[in-house]
């Protein structure tokens, strides 16, 4: 079982930058892929980035390559995702999420975040 809870999100102007936490509880997480996805009004949950547990592999959606970064801290039970050059597009409610295998697909994960909102204003 693992519980996770997200933090960091808040308001900002375009172009500028924050760092969503993803706190992980059990024992387990070291071994779980982590996955950034978001959801804005009115449209589908998607992913935005995800992450082995071994971080030897990161994948990112096309519309946030070259401006997001994923990454965890193993021994902190933490992963992190840092976010730069923020466009009002953006704009949604983030979820970090945990499985065992993890996968592009919301699907892919069993454990889920409450989520923390980003807005970014133009």
């Known amino acids: 079982q693992v519980q996770l809870v997200e933090s960091g999100g808040g308001s900002v102007q375009a172009g500028g930058s924050l760092t969503l936490s993803c706190a992980a509880s059990g024992r387990t997480f070291t071994s779980y892929a982590v996955g950034w996805f978001r959801q804005a009004p009115g449209k589908e949950r998607e992913i935005v980035a995800a992450?082995?547990?071994?971080?030897?592999?990161?994948y990112y959606a096309d519309s946030v390559k070259g401006r997001f970064t994923i990454s965890r801290n193993n021994a902190k039970n933490t992963g992190y995702l840092q976010m730069n050059s923020l466009k009002p597009e953006d704009t949604a409610v983030y979820y970090c999420?945990?499985?065992?295998?993890?996968?592009?697909?919301?699907?892919?994960?069993?454990?889920w975040g409450q989520g923390t909102q980003v807005t970014v204003s133009s």
């Open positions: 992450i082995t547990w071994s971080s030897n592999y990161t």
């Open positions: 999420a945990a499985d065992p295998s993890g996968g592009p697909g919301s699907h892919d994960y069993d454990y």
